[in-house]
Nanobody, 115 residues
Framework: QVRLVESGGGDVQFGGSLRLSCTSSISIFSFKVVAWYRQPPAKEREFVARITAGGTTDYADFVKGRFSMSRDIAKNTVYLQMNNVTPEDTAVYYC?????????RGQGTQVTVSS
């Protein structure tokens, strides 16, 4: 069974930084795309960023210039570097990956930004 495990969440202050990790049980090249989504408290889930197998990245407007994705192929891990965070970034962050016709989803990691 393919698994994604997110880590790196926690408490951070306004303007601070955090790096989230999403580690796969298989090679990340197996996925067409790996994406980060988030669900703020009492809100719908929303797209944050994604990276394709070819390395192309794409970001939601509200994180452009603050967040960036990268990957370590040897570690089967994709990262989300979060800089200059605000309380509006408080959410559970999920890693999703496209595998064939399926989507694999991690369990999420909580990020809480205090003002």
């Amino acid at each position: 069974q393919v698994r994604l495990v997110e880590s790196g969440g926690g408490d951070v202050q306004f303007g601070g930084s955090l790096r989230l990790s999403c580690t796969s049980s298989i090679s990340i090249f197996s996925f067409k795309v790996v994406a980060w989504y988030r669900q703020p408290p009492a809100k719908e889930r929303e797209f944050v960023a994604r990276i394709t197998a070819g390395g192309t990245t794409d970001y939601a407007d509200f994180v452009k210039g603050r967040f960036s994705m990268s990957r370590d192929i040897a570690k089967n891990t994709v990262y989300l570097q979060m800089n200059n965070v605000t309380p509006e970034d408080t959410a559970v962050y999920y890693c999703d990956a496209g595998l064939g016709a399926s989507v694999v989803r991690g369990q999420g990691t909580q990020v809480t930004v205090s003002s």
